[in-house]
């Protein structure tokens, strides 16, 4: 595969995100998923879900259950400071740890005090400064793993 930029891998990484390749497309619980294939929906949930509302909504919607993994998937394509910063989140938003529970989730989500929301407000643009390269990580990652996500050049 040619040198690509990061708009030719992002534009890749939506195309593949829609396609049966990915359990993400196909709805699969996420516990019932392969650990690559977690390992991008994580990705994925994560950086959509920031993007388009920030970490309070990444916590309250149903992308959520990745949350438990998405450290573990952050420093598994080798984003390390985005592993640190949703460490941080998680820990602002839940000292006791990540409620089981998808409501007790919600619930809390729903309510974070004034100085919770103020410190994942400053996360958060933190995010946004890509600490790390999330999409050329993520895109390196499915690559390595065309048993799951087929061949990447069907998708240039």
């Not at 998923?33 to 919607?61: C, D, H, I, K």
């Not at 529970?101 to 929301?117: G, K, S, T, W, Y």
């Amino acid at each position: 595969m040619a040198m690509l930029d990061g708009d030719e891998k992002n534009r890749i990484l939506m195309e593949l995100v829609q396609s049966e390749w990915t359990a993400y497309a196909r709805g699969e619980d996420f516990d019932k998923q392969s650990t690559p294939q977690r390992v991008f929906s994580s990705v994925w949930a994560l950086e959509a879900e920031v993007n388009n509302g920030g970490l309070s909504q990444y916590f309250f919607n149903s992308s959520r259950f990745t949350a438990p993994f998405v450290i573990e998937a952050l420093v598994t394509i080798g984003a390390h400071r985005a592993a640190d910063l949703s460490r941080r989140a998680i820990q602002c938003a839940f000292p006791d740890g990540l409620p089981g529970d998808l409501n007790a989730m919600r619930l809390a989500a729903a309510n974070f005090p004034d100085a919770v929301e103020e410190t994942l407000n400053k996360l958060d643009r933190e995010f946004y400064q890509y600490p790390d390269d999330l999409t050329g990580l993520l895109f390196d990652y499915v690559r390595t793993h065309p048993e799951e996500f087929g061949d990447l050049t069907d998708f240039s």
